[in-house]
């Protein structure tokens, strides 16, 4: 009987395939199961955003703005206790009373991780003295909940102004909901899923997963995960996915930054093809921040007054 020859070649080979995979598969698990990490996120308020702008663009002017004589403010309004968590929230409108105003509720940017109300109080308290009822509210944050928790929060303070709409003069038929960044995302998102007559979308992306995103480090860290981790999530927090015959129309108002355009073109396609009221106007030279100082405030609240004119005051 003859001995039997084992190729030593071919085993090795093999060893070497086994060894490949299971340093593939050990990498994989790192990529799934590791925590993502905190951006180092600083306080974003309109004074620290002049003061980081003012460096590129010396021509800027703060916001310094009177207190309309035609509007009142109720402010740190409890909207909502989960859990003993109180959110709150400014509600302006219009110093006149015997009549319905359209509403709107405001959002702020901070990349899911900072901001607050007061970053929209003289965008409030202007669009109340053109005669809106304005709500600008706080919300979970990423360091303390992450996402949808924000969603929910901003969808409560929609019922809560529907559900107080004649201590405010509201007319409930007629609310918009806008926001800006962050606040911008979240704000679309809230209406396109639920019924609101008007969105304003100041330099929000609209896809975290369209190709023109950019992979975000605050997005992640307000997701739990990144992109890779949870790709559902990821797209289930995009407002481009649930456009339909129903979205209300949408403004978009830009800055020139690239990236905070992402799925803008797209959205707008789409609400064209459902003959739905859309437009957008791309602020020249700007940075993103643009409408938290002079000039582009002004720019900006001219766009969304005329805007919201068009869709709610018919």
Do not use: C
Request: no cysteine.
């Amino acid at each position: 009987m003859k001995p039997t020859k084992v190729n030593l070649n071919h085993n090795s080979h093999l060893r070497k395939i086994f060894i490949r995979f299971s340093l593939l598969l050990i990498s994989i698990s790192k990529i799934y199961s590791q925590e993502v990490e905190r951006p180092n996120a600083q306080p974003y308020t309109i004074e620290a955003t002049f003061e980081k702008l003012k460096k590129k663009y010396p021509f800027i002017l703060p916001l310094n703005l009177e207190f309309p004589e035609n509007v009142m403010a109720n402010r740190n309004i409890e909207y909502k206790n989960s859990g003993g968590k109180i959110l709150q929230a400014d509600i302006y409108h219009p110093f006149t009373f015997g009549q319905k105003y359209p509403g709107i509720i405001l959002v702020h940017g901070g990349g899911w991780i900072s901001g607050s109300k007061e970053n929209e109080r003289f965008l409030a308290q202007e669009l109340a003295s053109k005669g809106y009822v304005v709500m600008a509210v706080n919300y979970s944050l990423s360091n303390d909940a992450k996402y949808p928790a924000a969603v929910e929060d901003i969808e409560d303070a929609l019922k809560f102004l529907k559900k107080h709409r004649e201590e405010f003069y509201l007319d409930k038929k007629k609310i918009a909901i806008g926001g800006n960044s962050a606040g911008a995302q979240l704000a679309t998102l809230v209406g396109v899923k639920n019924k609101v007559q008007a969105i304003v979308n100041i330099d929000g992306i609209v896809s975290f997963i369209h190709p023109e995103s950019e992979e975000g480090t605050y997005a992640a860290y307000w997701f739990g995960a990144t992109k890779a981790q949870n790709f559902k999530i990821w797209r289930e927090a995009s407002p481009l996915e649930y456009v339909g015959k129903d979205t209300p129309p949408t403004l978009f108002i830009n800055s020139s930054q690239p990236r905070f355009h992402a799925g803008r073109d797209d959205m707008m396609r789409k609400l064209k093809q459902y003959n739905i009221p859309t437009e957008f106007h791309e602020i020249k030279d700007s940075p993103h921040s643009f409408w938290l100082v002079q000039p582009w405030f002004d720019e900006t609240l001219k766009y969304t007054v005329d805007f919201l004119n068009k869709v709610l005051k018919i």
